[in-house]
């Protein structure tokens, strides 16, 4: 197993618990540790993306790719290229141990000079996907289209002011739903790259809607003429690389969705970093998709407090992870979502083992904060607070209200006959925010099951 790629990664990567000083063992990730019940690696169901991991090399805009990717050499066959990624990656995640991948159908296969060669391309190195699969274990998470790398999706994919690139587009999307249905993946995600605007100047907001809604319309459509039984998903994200994309955050997409009868179709990705470029908290996209019965799979990483990119960095934050976690448990898991780690290596860290540390440390970190909502949901106490803060919408009056049979003029007057008077209670912040202080400082010294 140490020969390949990373070949200075011995084998599977072992738990070596919070005593252990190998940099390359998890101290925290037990895949087999039981929580609430459940084991934790099917709790958070973990996956690793192609595109930042294997099919990135580095490159920014202001320089030359940086990291040590043989496979991404210009000089080799695109096939043949192709072929090197794949088993990079499936010899990563049998060394990683997660059970998970998620790719966009060009991270794998090289464009060609036409789609029917693209398309050709992408099925041959699915068969080869599969067989990996078999061999390893390792499951498809998710499958995606790029539809926003090529210049003919410049102006967008289904928001395109010309009906070619729409269609173009829905080629490519069409063809990716029937890999993943092929591979097994549990869910396809659709991002919408650039679906949105840089200048309203020469946009008709009115036009991509529209234009965006029929696109959703036919995945939904395919979805069920080839029988996939996987969750349809949206990845909300408010800019970059558009000045204004139009999947702007949670609730936005939820709300075009209602409007254009999408309802119940499509679930949401969140990615932690998306939801702090929209000025919102991971959480609140999290607790917006669960209150909405919309929440499908989340996109791990984390930005930098100091910069308003995209910075996909790993999470390495548990007090980040730990509220959303809990909102996860509370609403029943995960599946069949998962945790994909959304994320990419700074260009300094160069060595082909970053990789393993990076995924190590992310892990770790979410295994963390899994512990840490394991204890606030067993504790019960921001629950049992929560329901005696609306207790009086349980009340028989409160229902009233809600069952729809009270008008503003029967308020008005039982308020004013003086029967109803409001007495207001306190909010106790303080209080529940150290009540989650201390289940990250009890787990966080508590010794691995
Ligand atoms: C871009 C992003 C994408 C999607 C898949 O910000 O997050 O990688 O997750 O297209
Ligand atoms: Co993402």
Redesign the pocket.
């Known amino acids: 197993m140490s020969e390949g790629f990373f070949s200075k990664v011995p084998g599977r990567i072992p738990f070596g618990g919070l005593g252990s000083t190998d940099p390359l063992a998890f101290k925290v990730y037990q895949p087999d540790r039981i929580v609430l019940g459940k084991r934790m690696e099917d709790h958070l169901r973990p996956g690793v993306?192609f595109?930042?991991s294997f099919a990135w090399d580095g490159r920014d805009m202001f320089g030359l790719g940086t990291l040590d990717r043989p496979w991404l050499n210009d000089a080799l066959d695109p096939m043949a290229a192709a072929r090197q990624k794949m088993a990079a990656a499936f010899e990563f995640f049998a060394k990683l141990g997660t059970p998970y991948y998620?790719f966009?159908d060009r991270d794998v296969a090289p464009e060609g000079a036409s789609f029917a060669e693209f398309r050709s391309n992408l099925d041959a190195l699915a068969d080869d996907a599969l067989g990996y699969q078999e061999r390893t274990g390792v499951k498809l998470l998710w499958g995606?289209a790029?539809l926003?790398s090529h210049p003919r999706y410049q102006a967008g994919a289904a928001t395109n002011p010309d009906p070619a690139s729409f269609a173009y587009a829905a080629a490519q999307v069409k063809h990716m739903m029937d890999v993943t249905l092929r591979l097994g993946g549990e869910n396809y995600?659709?991002?919408g790259?650039r679906e949105g605007y840089d200048t309203l100047l020469n946009t008709d907001l009115k036009r991509e809607g529209a234009q965006f809604a029929r696109f959703l319309h036919l995945v939904a459509e395919h979805k069920a003429r080839i029988g996939f039984k996987g969750q349809l998903l949206i990845?909300p994200?408010p800019m970059?690389p558009t000045k204004h994309q139009y999947d702007y955050d949670s609730a936005t997409v939820l709300g075009f969705l209602a409007r254009n009868g999408l309802e119940g179709e499509f679930r949401l990705?969140i990615?932690a970093?998306?939801a702090t470029l929209a000025g919102h908290s991971f959480h609140h996209e999290v607790a917006t998709a669960i209150a909405s019965g919309a929440m499908g799979s989340i996109?791990a990483?984390r930005g930098d407090p100091q910069n308003g990119w995209?910075t996909?960095q790993f999470p390495n934050s548990v007090e980040d992870l730990a509220l959303p976690l809990y909102e996860i448990l509370r609403a029943g898991g995960i599946a069949p979502g998962g945790f994909?780690f959304?994320a990419k290596l700074r260009r300094q860290s160069s060595d082909r083992t970053d990789l393993f540390y990076a995924h190590i440390g992310g892990l770790d970190t979410i295994a963390q904060a899994l512990l840490v909502a394991a204890d606030l949901v067993e504790r019960g106490e921001l629950a049992a607070n929560k329901d005696a803060r609306y207790a009086g919408w349980d009340s028989e009056f409160g229902k009233t209200i809600l069952g729809g049979s009270l008008s503003l003029v029967d308020l008005e007057a039982r308020v004013a006959s003086g029967e109803i008077n409001p007495s207001p209670v306190s909010g106790g912040q303080e209080r529940l925010e150290n009540l989650v202080n201390r289940s990250i400082w009890a787990v966080d010294t508590a010794p691995e099951a």
């Open positions: 993306c595109w930042h998620c966009h995606t790029n926003f995600v659709l991002w790259g990845e994200k970059e990705n990615e970093n998306h996109d990483n995209d996909d994909n959304d």
